[in-house]
């Protein structure tokens, strides 16, 4: 790129351009050329000897929903460079009834990365599996298996305010509770207080590690045109990079209650993402939330309260209204996450949320990890340990979380 | 309309009764009457209540109650609420259970397997030294056929067909099939009859050996024994050969004067042989002569097949006559017991003053059988076709394992007019498209 010549920022003595053209007539021209060169090879074809044949269609089902039990609705994405046509579709090995939507009305192709739904009327029953498969115009087969179907609740208020109420079980009033060892943690020695930020890290860096694993999981169900892995890649570094401008751009010495909104926030967005999960489940009928369920979350989230206030447990404590909000912006998310999931799940939404939730806890880790650095030593044997249990305490709360 | 033809539609709705269908859970969810939807509200408010008293009775473990009925509770929440939209989607199809089969009409002419039912190639009649011969030209080609709607398979083909056509012989002549391989890869032809010269078996070790693409072969078969016969490709890997299309009928008509003369080689049958009893079998003969008196009978080829479309070596589609559901209904209207006839998936007419008989053969790879069950109805079945008395009498099915044939004699002279259904037994052949009905005509 033209930039590259200038990598000597204010240097005086710039060299000057080829035959004296302006400057902006050298950054435009290598595109220019790069354009004449893709019209000349769309035109001359000249590769036309490597092309051995179409590429294979590729279909992937993304997700099914039940809106009652005589319809099931296969949600599909053409990944391929060819349009498919759809010809037929087998349900349990039956060939049956069927529409494809695409765009807002009946059709039987899908263009390359066109998405569409696949309805079919059929009676089934509640628990038995439903095997599926999409019989394209060349005999290609896409299959799909609804395991354990159950009618995916539509989007309702009443939904909506469940939802709402799992989410403040699950999300705000752990979080909330954890926040009450606030008071402790204001009386505890330096070294003590560093061990429990060491012990935040880990909290953080076990989610870390759980929602990256997640969201590449569900990369692997995303349709291959969007490239699941790389997208799940460029949320991590993105959401990291993007916090870490907004708060270098706001001040350049962290303030303790700044990090803390910052832990506030990673922790929020990582509990989105779980809302998320817990939304989906619930609208695509795969989960009841049992009473173990939910008090493994609450377990699993009360570790998350310490986390944010320990960076403000130093100093002058901030006024009463800091802590809720910072209680809501970690733990409030949940519910937003839950209507987003029961409303309108995808996988690749569902990976991006917990990739950008990623990159916020490796942003708000780094940011800790400076703060105690600043203030003593990171590396000492109190944090360490300190450290490990909390990767421990969540790998142990983490087992009572199944979803 | 009465109760017989419409049995099939019968057992169908039965799917949707209370007894039957029902998984383990929920029985209240799927207890609801078939296709009354003004229920749909009515249950799932009683799921609500069910669930709130639930919450309500067991203190202890309310949270769980409350949460555990989440999914539940939401369930009936969207059975009201979803109601509009599945109504309107419900608007195109007349049963609430959705309608079985394909969709839509098949699109390419490259085959009728309406007029292949009856198609017979008889050759070229010559006399060579007394020796009655019988001439063919076959070519063996790549095509993409239809097989369901819409949905196209690259075919290996005698004469651009699958199955190839139906070679039509009389007992003792001597068939002569001159054979080109168009195709890329190497193919024979495979006789089921009596054949007694090694050079013309047709296979990669003897005579010939495969013929590659352009070379082409001249294959002599007696025609031996009398029946109801097969050919097919050889070459290996035969599981590919023949299901991709390389196989087809070869019918060979009893002799009656052979018949006459040596009457016990056409029944399984060792009591004294009577004038009435070998006249009863000549004339059975000449029945089935195309050139005394099989005119008299309507008959039908049906070459059971199947085709693996995405390579799983397991069949995506089933059929008599490669294509699927060709001989069903277009439209099915389940809850009424109606049905309509399409431009390419319809019914085979037939006459009940006429007696139709069906050359069945079954030409299906990678299942281990395959069968011909007759709704209402049972016949008389003549396995490979050898036999001028039946070897199964009165049955409603029959199964054939890959390569057997037989010949079935149906009389639907005591029926009322109306749709027949006949299909294999395998309800996953039937499913997957070997589904099939005969309507009847007075």
Redesign the interface.
Known sequence: MSDAKRTDGGATAAPEMPFGLPTWVGGVTPLLLLGVVVAGFLLLNPFAGLETGAAPPDLTVTHTSL?????VVLHVTNNGPEPV?V????VN???????LYAGGEAT?SLGSVESGRI?????W????DIHT?I???????FSHTIVAP?????L?G??LG?LA??GLFVGVIPVALGMLWFPVMRRLSRRALHGTLAFAVGVLSFLAFDAGFEAFELAAEMPGAYEGSLLVVLGIAGALLLIQAVSKWQADDASHLRVAYLVALSIGLHNLAEGLAIGSS??L?Q????????VGFMVHNVTEGPAVVAPVAEGERPSLWHFGALGLVAGAPVILGGWIGSAAFSPTLGALFLAIGVGAILQVNWEIGRMVHDRGSLGTVTNVLAFLLGLVVMYATDLLVVL | MPDGPRGDDGARKATGNDESGDGPTSAAATRRPAGDRADAAEVTESLTERLVSTVRADAAVSRRAVLGGLGLAGASALGLSGSVSADAEHDETPSPHGASGTVGEYRSADFDPHSFLREFDTGTVTVEDGQRVREFEFAASLREIEIAPGVTFPAWTYNGQVPGPTIRAVEGELIRIRFTNGQRHPHTIHPHVKNVNPRMDGIPQNGPGVLEQGEDFVYEWKAQPAGCHLYHCHSMPLKEHIHRGLYGAMIIDPDPERVRSRPRDYVNYHGPMTDDLRAELVEEAELRNHEYRADEVDELVMVMNGFDTNFDGDNEVYAVNTRAFAYGVADTDAAAGEWTAGETIRPIRIRRDERQRVYLVNAIEFDLINSFHTHSQFFDYYDHGTTLKPTHKTVDTIMQCQAQRGIIELDYGDHQPGLYMFHAHQSEFAELGWMSFFEVQS
């Open positions: 809106p009652n039990d005589e319809t046509t010809s037929q579709v087998l090995d039956a060939y049956w009834d069927f529409t039987d309805v079919v009327p059929y009676h029953t509640e628990g038995w498969a019989v394209l115009s060349d005999g290609a087969t159950a009618v995916s609740p539509g309702t009443e939904l469940l109420v799992v619930i609208s009928g989960v009841s939330l049992g009473a173990f369920l939910v």
